[in-house]
Structures are given as structure tokens and as C-alpha cells.
């Protein structure tokens, strides 16, 4: 009979509606929850076959989408632990702190360390990374179980190892070249003087430090011989204590030329303490080819014009800086910084089919599609913009709206059911 067929239709029409409805309370009420992405709610028709002789009334039904890609407005935040992301993306978080905690997607960065040190977000995700060796760097094999909660908080009371070393200095032009026989290691073994040398604290993986020396000596024009040895020389097992030797190339304007030195005195050093303590590649920061950066050749006294070496005993952590790169450092309370995670972006082929979470996270579906994780700013990914939030997309304004449009339709298939009603009634009247 059609009126019963009408009258289901505006029960869907009074469901439907009220689907729609709780959408808008949704977004209303999430319209200051970071990185929130507000609900549509359309509408489809459930018509049945239009060629029955019977025309049957079919109805309708909501369907609420969220839209995850639209892009929300990036404020500024005065936390420093606080990131959004400019583009597509989501951070990878858990929702625990240990390996067996679930993967889960997020774009709400409102990260701070809870009571253990982890990094967490107000929905309760803890942010995953790749965490970093002595040398900055990381594998990124697309596996999530590489991944590892941010803390840094671990590393207080804890020592790490030179990785750098970097020297302006500049060499006298006018100084007279050595005239003796040079063989190397003359230099750290005290048989000939250096005309200049300048000793740099050196840190091993125990915190302990170590004098090394940088030596010159001029043997002709536009060129030097270097030699880096510690001092004593029993600090390391290279014999004589000598770690580096080589010659040294100047151009004619009295920069570094590089391609005609020995790559010797510019390569990575790994000293082999004799304490036991471990080492990392000691990268040597002696300038580029061409470039003033590093040493030079130049009229004047021979001087040491700046020096920078890290490494040593680590202090209390102080605060955490994330930046624009994804790159996670500890400042601790001496001023020295050390990054620790490098932060990956997620990406989905659709990633408004991602499955919604409590916390304001997304899981994986079939209709988004697996993940990819790579640095953000690579591969299709967004950028992070740290110090900022992502506001929530919902529209205030069109939210009122959709409130009329849903509760006057909800009303109208009210009127369908009242009416049906009464027609009802008149058929049973026929009886009398």
C-alpha cells in the first residue's frame, strides 16, 4: 500500500535529518579542537523501481563524510612543542607509550611532555619518530615499528661524543717557509715546531675530554703541512698520537684551495680512545674550496679566529625545540642543543576515507588507502610549521545555516507522518 510506504519515508526523512543535525552539534561544539575536521552530512535517495505500475515511496538516508584534507587556518602558539602541518600529512602517534600501543593518524599537534617525559597531544597520542644516531642520521625503511616515542627527558645526566669540529684560523702569508726536512708526524712528536697550533677540547661517548692539538707549518708559498695529534699521545692507539697530517693549499687571494690539499686534514676523524670510551666520525669543519669559511692565508700574525666543537657531559634538558624540518632538539640548561628524533609525515591516497578515532586521530581503511611515511616537505607530504595549531574547519556561519535547513526538513517529514496518519484514519472511518 502506498501510505504505509509513505509513512516510512518520513520516518528515513526524521532519521535522516537527525543524522544530519548531530552532525552540526558535532562540528559546533568542536569548532575550538585543534586540527578538528568538520562532518558533512549529505543526503541520497532510497527510490525504489520507478517502473512498478504502484508507484512506492522509498525515502532518503544521510551519509556523514568527514572532509580530512581540507586545510585549517595555522595559528601561532607560544609552546615550543607545539606543531601544525602546512599541506597534506598527518604525524604518526600511538596511543600509548609502548611498542604494543595502536598506530593511529592525527593532525592535532598540540604536543607537551607528560610526566614520564613523552611527548602527548590532548587526545591522549603519543608522537612517534626516528630516532637519531651520533651522526644525525636516520633509515627511513617505511616500516612503523622503526618508530619510536619522542622523550627526551632521558638524556639529562647522560654524555655525548664530538661529532663536529669547526675552526676559522688564519695562517701568515708573510711568515718564512720551514727549510728543514718534514716528515709527518714531526709535529705531535715535538722534532719540528709548528709555527702555529691552537689545542681544542675533545668529548667521548663518557663525557670525558680530551686535549688534541691543530698544527701548521709553512713549507713554500701558498703552502702549509697540518697535522692534528692528541696531547698526550697516550690518549689515543695511533702511534705517535697522530690522528691527521696533510698538506695545506691556498689560492692566490689567499683562500682555502682544497682540491690541490690532501683530503687528509678534512676527513672525518674516529680517534680510538685508550680509556675504553667510545667515539663518533668527527666531522672537520676546516672550510670549502674557494671559501674564507674555514682557513685562510692572509698577511698578519697567524690567529685563531673562532672555534666550535660539541660534545661533553649533558645538563639538565631545558626545553624541546621542533622545527620547520620535523627535526626534534634537546636545549639543555648550558645552551647546547642536540637533536635527537627526526618526525615523519603520513600520507593516504584518500585521506578523507580514513576511518574517524576518539581523540581527534584517523586509522587506516579500505577507502584510504595504505600509509606512506617519509620527512616532511618529500614525496607529496606537507610541511611542519612549528609553533603553530591548526585551527578547526568548521564554518560557524554555514553551521547556523544547515541547523535551519536540517530542522525545517525534520518538521516537513514530521507533517508527512501526521498526514499519513490522518489518511489512515479516514480508511478506518469507512468501516463505521
Known sequence: MSLYSALFAGVSGLNAQATAMASVADNITNINTVGYKSADAQFRTMVPDGNSPQYSAGGVAAVTHSLVSKQGVLTASSSTTDIGIEGSGFFVTRDSSGPAGNIAYTRAGSFTPDNEGYLKNSGGYYLQGWPLDAQGAYANTGNLNTLSPVRVSQLTGTAAAT??????????????????????????????????????????????????????????????VGEIYATPATDVTAAGGLLASGKI????????????????????????????????????????????????????????????????????????????????????????????????????????????????????????????????????????????????????????????????????????????????????????
Open 163 to 224: 661529532s663536529k669540529l669547526q675552526m676559522r684560523a688564519n695562517l701568515d702569508s708573510t711568515a718564512a717557509a720551514f727549510t728543514g726536512t718534514y716528515v709527518a708526524g714531526n709535529m705531535a712528536s715535538g722534532t719540528v715546531a709548528p709555527q702555529f697550533s691552537r689545542p681544542v677540547d675533545i668529548a667521548d661517548a663518557q663525557g670525558g675530554t680530551h686535549a688534541v692539538t691543530v698544527a701548521f707549518l709553512k713549507t713554500g708559498p701558498n703552502a702549509w
Open 249 to 432: 693549499v691556498f689560492n692566490g687571494d689567499g683562500s682555502l684551495n682544497r682540491t690541490a690539499s690532501d683530503p687528509g686534514m678534512f676527513s672525518a676523524l674516529t680517534p680510538t680512545w685508550t680509556n675504553g670510551a667510545g667515539a663518533s666520525p668527527i666531522e672537520m669543519g676546516l672550510g670549502t674550496n674557494g671559501g674564507l669559511d674555514g682557513l685562510t692565508q692572509f698577511g698578519g700574525t697567524s690567529a685563531l679566529l673562532s672555534s666550535t666543537v660539541d660534545g661533553g657531559l649533558l645538563g639538565s634538558v631545558a626545553s624541546i625545540k621542533i622545527s620547520d624540518t620535523g627535526l626534534v632538539s634537546a636545549i639543555f640548561d648550558d645552551g647546547s642543543a642536540r637533536a635527537v628524533y627526526q618526525l615523519p609525515l603520513a600520507s593516504f591516497q584518500n585521506p578523507d576515507g580514513l576511518t574517524r578515532l576518539p581523540g581527534n586521530a584517523y586509522n587506516v581503511s579500505d577507502e584510504s588507502g595504505s600509509v606512506a611515511i617519509n620527512a616532511p616537505g618529500s614525496l607529496g607530504t606537507g610541511s611542519i610549521s612549528a609553533g603553530t595549531l591548526e585551527a578547526s574547519t568548521v564554518d560557524l556561519a554555514q553551521e547556523f545555516t544547515n541547523m535551519i535547513r536540517f530542522q525545517r526538513a525534520y518538521s516537513a517529514s514530521s507533517k508527512i507522518v501526521a498526514t499519513v496518519d490522518e489518511m489512515l484514519q479516514e480508511i478506518n472511518a469507512l468501516k463505521r
